[in-house]
């Protein structure tokens, strides 16, 4: 292959949002490399979303399929991984920067004797070879990471840093694989699913956030901006602060120390925009802002800015929304 291979992450036959962008990614270095991209996906009976696949411009679409890949386990996943990298050799393989690549994907490297340059925001061609960008000291620094030694070379992509909609169609054929596995190579079992809290939320694939700072004052203050939410159809989100007061779950907490996301749109109210918040959200396609301070650090990520108080500016945008 020696070529870029990009695994893709899918449930229930349905690709995660951050999948496409990784594909976008790949796609990307592919052209501006001048080597051909290939897709993996994984899983029992995923002809329907390696199918869906093969309407993008690339090489070829793996369909890896086993009934012990039903459900996901690491020993799995990296067990077939290591059977089509070692049939296929490709020189890239690139992950989108999600829960499950990073419980598997660095046992992946490390059985080929490699590393993973996790959470890669952007890259660079020199010299006919990738250099990745990836962030250091909670986003102060950007980062220039080569690859050295032989391939393969892993790298997954932070949400936001690429965007699915540069992804260029095209057709490719599906190659379907069955990897030798053993029921005993798998030393995990699935219980149930669950989630957390019934209120529970993986915002990295929320379209559009509603984020709350401590511009907010109190937690009986919070109906103001989840109505906002609701009009907009959004997720709602916060800063640490809120988090750490108990007035949301920690689940919704974006920055460093929370989610990173990248909506089409993210509205922060009442919120500064330090640095560990911004590294979480700055991916994001249109970013609003409501702050009363006109020097607040959010409107230099902002792309419109609204300067005045949250609880008169709030709930005139939810009647002109409603109107
Ligand atoms: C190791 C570490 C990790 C961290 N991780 C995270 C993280 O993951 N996520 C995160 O968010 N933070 C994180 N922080 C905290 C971060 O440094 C900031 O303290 C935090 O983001 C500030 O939250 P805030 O903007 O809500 O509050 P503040 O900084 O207090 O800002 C409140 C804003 O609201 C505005 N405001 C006040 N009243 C109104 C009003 N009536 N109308 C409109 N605007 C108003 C103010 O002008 C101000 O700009 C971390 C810090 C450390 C040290």
Redesign the pocket.
């Known amino acids: 292959m020696s070529g870029i291979l990009a695994v893709l992450e899918q449930r229930d036959g349905k690709l995660h949002k951050m999948a496409l962008e990784a594909l976008a990614a790949a796609q990307q270095f592919g052209g501006e490399l001048g080597l051909p991209v290939f897709a993996a996906v994984l899983g029992s009976g995923v002809d329907g979303v390696a199918q869906s696949l093969a309407g993008h411009k690339l090489d070829k679409v793996h369909a890896i399929d086993h009934e012990l890949l039903k459900d996901y386990t690491p020993d799995g996943y990296v067990a077939a991984l290591r059977q089509l990298i070692a049939a296929h050799q490709p020189k890239y393989v690139i992950f989108p920067h999600t829960y499950q690549v990073r419980d598997f994907a660095p046992a992946l490297a490390t059985s080929f004797g490699r590393v993973l340059v996790s959470d890669v925001v952007g890259h660079r061609v020199d010299n006919g070879d990738l250099v990745a960008v990836r962030q250091l000291f909670?986003g102060k620094i950007n980062a220039d990471v080569r690859f050295v030694g032989d391939a393969p070379h892993f790298a997954s992509i932070q949400a936001g840093a690429f965007r699915a909609e540069h992804l260029q169609a095209g057709t490719a054929t599906v190659e379907k694989m069955t990897p030798e596995l053993t029921a005993s190579q798998i030393r995990t079992k699935l219980l149930e699913l669950f989630r957390e809290s019934s209120r529970a939320v993986d915002l990295s694939s929320a379209e559009i956030i509603v984020s709350v700072?401590?511009?907010i004052?109190e937690a009986e203050n919070l109906p103001v901006v989840e109505k906002l939410a609701e009009a907009l159809g959004a997720e709602i989100a916060a800063?640490?602060?809120?988090c750490d007061n108990g007035w949301l779950p920690m689940e919704r907490?974006?920055?460093?120390?929370?989610q990173t996301v990248a909506p089409k749109l993210y509205v922060a109210?009442?919120?500064?925009?330090?640095?560990?918040?911004l590294v979480?959200m700055k991916g994001s396609k249109t970013i609003v802002a409501?702050?009363?301070?006109p020097e607040?650090p959010?409107f230099e990520v902002a792309d419109y800015g609204i300067v005045?108080?949250?609880?008169q500016v709030v709930p005139a945008l939810i009647e002109e929304l409603k109107k």
């Open positions: 909670q700072g401590r511009g004052r800063s640490r602060p809120i907490q974006v920055g460093s120390s929370g109210v009442g919120i500064s925009g330090a640095i560990q918040h979480g409501i702050n009363k301070d607040a959010i005045g108080d949250l609880f």
